[in-house]
């Protein structure tokens, strides 16, 4: 079944693998936190199948749950983030390893949001439909408010993966647990100063883009109620209002701030992905490989 046509989980799946039936996974489709994502674990037994002619893929996890490789945004390995539009395809070949002892056994997908179809107009009788400059200003602010409409519901997508971001992003600006302090040099604790500013300043970003989204001006607190008003009033009936001039800029000018609004978070969303959560992952896992190997050599 194709990913979009799935419905959202309840709880975790059971979903055989594309290329070995006989193996399954777990899959959480849509979850509340990503509903354009799912979470993805493999069992330890099929890492570990005999019957298995070839490794487990990233390409080959994407064909299992159904996902198009070129729908996806970002996906997540065991806690590390990854840009997908950074990464060659061919890499989505590379067997991917055991989780072993990382805190988060998961994998994540996220998906590109994709705009929905405008909803078609309903076409006034021919008798009475106005021609001339009039009409082509209704026509302009009626293009422009079902662009808009298309726009919203990809800005409010975005605004749950950002904020499924910054709770990651808030989750890993922690002081270091004393075992980490104690596995770790000068340098470590250097980097790991920079990755929690580098945190600090992705959170305050993602912040003031999901304010904006809630009190800003494509918000309901904003002037959306307003231009929703004059479209059901004015521009689907065709009634001439004082000032539709001005009117036709501002449903212009509305739609150009929701896309700009879209583009500002999508642009937050992958630099805290790219310059916080990985940033901090990494040097996380540099210090965890210190640890495994001071505890190896004291057994």
Same mark, same amino acid.
């Given at each position: %079944? ?7 989980? $309840? ?45 487990? $893929? ?21 806690g590390t983030a990854y840009d997908a539009q950074l990464l060659a395809n061919p890499a989505w070949d ?17 998906? =590109? ?17 106005m021609q001339g400059p009039l009409e082509q200003v209704f026509a302009r602010m009626e293009a422009d408010?079902?662009? +808009? ?17 910054? %709770?990651?992003?808030? $989750? ?9 302090? &104690?596995? +770790? ?19 305050? &970003? ?49 739609r150009k701030s929701l896309q700009n609004l879209l583009n500002n978070m999508t642009s937050a969303n992958? +630099? ?23 505890? $190896? =050599?004291?057994?």
């Amino acid at each position: %079944m194709h990913f979009f046509e799935r419905p959202p989980s $309840s709880t975790w799946e059971l979903v055989p693998l594309a290329d070995a039936p006989h193996c399954c996974l777990w899959a959480w489709f849509k979850p509340p936190a990503a509903p354009q994502g799912v979470f993805v674990r493999i069992p330890e037994e099929a890492f570990r199948d005999p019957a298995r002619r070839q490794p487990i $893929s990233l390409r080959g996890l994407l064909q299992t749950i159904g996902v198009d490789s070129q729908l996806v945004s970002v996906w997540t390995l065991y806690g590390t983030a990854y840009d997908a539009q950074l990464l060659a395809n061919p890499a989505w070949d590379c067997p991917l390893p055991e989780p072993g002892a990382s805190p988060d056994p998961s994998i994540g997908i996220y998906l =590109k949001v994709l705009p929905a179809p405008a909803p078609a107009p309903a076409a006034p009788p021919t008798a009475g439909r106005m021609q001339g400059p009039l009409e082509q200003v209704f026509a302009r602010m009626e293009a422009d408010w079902y662009a +808009s409409l298309q726009i919203e519901q990809q800005v409010d997508a975005a605004a749950k993966q950002l904020n499924a971001t910054l %709770m990651r992003v808030n $989750s890993l600006n922690r002081d270091m647990s004393p075992e980490e302090a &104690r596995g +770790s040099d000068s340098q470590d604790k250097r980097d790991w100063q920079e990755a929690r500013r580098w945190l600090r300043d992705v959170a305050a &970003r993602v912040s003031r883009f999901l304010k904006d989204h809630t009190v800003g001006m494509t918000s309901n607190a904003g002037k959306r109620h307003g231009f929703e008003t004059i479209y059901k009033q004015h521009v689907a009936p065709r009634v001439p209002v004082e000032g539709l001039e001005q009117a036709e800029r501002e449903f212009e000018a509305y739609r150009k701030s929701l896309q700009n609004l879209l583009n500002n978070m999508t642009s937050a969303n992958s +630099s805290a992905v790219q310059d916080g959560e990985r940033r901090a992952q990494q040097v996380i896992t540099r210090v965890a490989a210190k640890i495994r190997n001071s505890r $190896s =050599k004291r057994g």
